[in-house]
């Protein structure tokens, strides 16, 4: 089995996660992906929307396969300016308003100025409201961001270059732990591009390449469930996709696992490649667990609603809370990194 380089796979993770990138905001966190895919000599292509292929030889194009993993995360924009300068935000992604409340964001204008602010509660401070605030439910209606500037109108919000539409991205509140956990806010899915690319390190130090022909997509409109429709090329006939795992009560997958995703929202993945991939796991010895996800979809569901005529499957580090304060541990980044290596090499 190849070695998976743990440390470059998390040094490279915290840079992404650092990089704000809400659907529709992913062109910085895009340029970091693109520079370092091609320092391993992977020609990328552009997508219209953004997004991002990178093609490999492989020692057969008889089946041609794909990758894929998604660089956005939740986020939001903003939908009104309050008479008080405060902001009303509208969901980028599906999340839970509670999870948002007391966070950083930056406010993206048009101009390229960043604003930075937090969202609170409407009834914010205890000393005025006491108590009542816990009994609030917590939405757009009653969360707003509160900018760091001297903002008390409409007006003077809007002199800061303010404006309806503009994004707004969650701060990642990176972590690394010395025991190997690592928690942040938008590990699903930057864990996965980071697996990708330190399977890829692996293959190229050890001078593999694929079996097959293997285009990568980076997408960029996952969260908003339409990144992978486009840009893969008409002859592959199976997809991978790298996303997280569910972890939680009653769920299989764990923090130390790359687990096989087997059905979510969708239906179920292809048993024939799903299976193929227990079997790799298990002839690689690594820790894979088989799970199922309640509320969930994925950029393999966006290619198997295309015309495309092609198996799709689903692996990916367990994220324990997704979509709120998200956390794993390297184990699983690397299971999941030597799984794509075991995947990619295999006929
Ligand atoms: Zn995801």
Redesign the pocket.
Known sequence: MLTIDRSALIEFLVRLLETPSPSGHTGEAMAMVEEAFGRLNLMPRRTQKGGLVFEMPGASTSAPRALTA?VDTLGAMVKEIKPSGRLRLTQIGYFAWNTIEGEGVTVFCRSGRRVRGSVLCTQASVHIYGGDSEDVKRSDETLEVRLDEPVASETEARSLGIEVGDLVAFDPRVEVGQGGYIRSRHL??KAGVACVLAALQAMQAAGIKPAQRTSIMISNY??VSHGAVAGLPADVVEVVTI??AVVGEGQASGEHNVTACVKDSGGPYDPALSSELRRLAEAADLPLRVDTYPHYS?DGQAVWRTPADVRVALIGPGIDASHNSERTHVDALEATAQLIVEYLRSP
Do not use: F, K, N
């Open positions: 998604h699903d899915d996952e969260e996303d997280m994925s």
